[in-house]
């Protein structure tokens, strides 16, 4: 069966500080994967997906990025961290039907 | 485009009592619809989904949908709720196409009390 890790689970980080949250899935090869912000209070933010190694497109402007190194890994990035980079990170991918499953998450903050 | 509407950012019900979410979508071609489920620092569980076929679609947890293409709504009901349905519910739209994005709406928060 195909399960999704995201690490970590929960992160503090200052402002200006660089960041890496990674997600890797298991069971399953050239998967769509997808990262997905929520923000206190708000419903999900489409932020990056990726359809193959090294194929990236971005839905919001932003100091974010992501990568795609390996078929079933995807990298959350930034150089320098903002207060408004806080928020509760999701990664996805697609299966049959168009269905999409959800990583456990990772809390970030950012002070 | 396609787009999601989630009627009520919150809804409170009593133990035992009907839940009723309501989803409302904007779609160019034949959609795909789905109701994910959200508990706390968790991320999203599917509870069921719509592709073609019946348009009564039955979910995890007891929980239905159906899909009325007139009325252009995919709402979903559980006819006793449970403390355990607290939690954050979210529609979500696939177009039928090469496509590759979900539209999700903006979550409704499901209150149960005792």
């Known amino acids: 069966s195909q399960t999704i890790h995201q690490w970590p689970a929960t992160l503090v980080q200052p402002v200006g500080s660089p960041l890496s949250l990674e997600c890797t899935v298991e069971g399953t090869s050239n998967p769509n994967l997808y990262w997905y912000r929520q923000a206190a209070g708000r419903g999900l933010q489409l932020l990056f997906y990726s359809v193959g190694i090294g194929q990236i497109s971005s839905e919001v402007p932003q100091n974010l990025s992501a990568s795609r190194p390996q078929d079933r890994q995807f990298i959350l990035s930034s150089k320098k961290l903002l207060l408004s980079d806080s928020g509760f990170y999701l990664c996805?991918?697609?299966?049959?039907?168009?269905?999409?499953?959800f990583g456990p998450g990772t809390r970030l903050l950012v002070l | 485009a396609q787009s999601v509407t989630q009627l009520g950012s919150h809804v409170s019900v009593s133990e035992g009592a009907l839940v009723l979410l309501r989803c409302n979508y904007s779609?160019?071609?034949?959609?795909?619809l789905f109701w994910y489920v959200q508990y706390p620092n968790q991320g999203l569980q599917l509870l069921l989904k719509?592709?073609?076929?019946?348009?009564l679609v039955k979910g995890i947890n007891g929980f239905e949908a159906e899909f009325k293409k007139s009325e252009t709504s995919f709402h979903l009901t559980k006819p006793s709720a449970h403390m355990s349905d607290a939690a954050e519910y979210f529609c979500?739209?696939?177009?039928?196409?090469?496509?590759?994005?979900?539209?999700f709406g903006a979550g409704t928060r499901l209150f149960v009390k005792a």
């Open positions: 779609s160019s071609v034949p959609p795909y």
């Open positions: 719509y592709t073609t076929g019946a348009t």
């Open positions: 996805a991918w697609r299966g049959a039907g168009k269905t999409q499953y």
């Open positions: 979500a739209v696939s177009e039928d196409t090469g496509g590759f994005k979900t539209i």
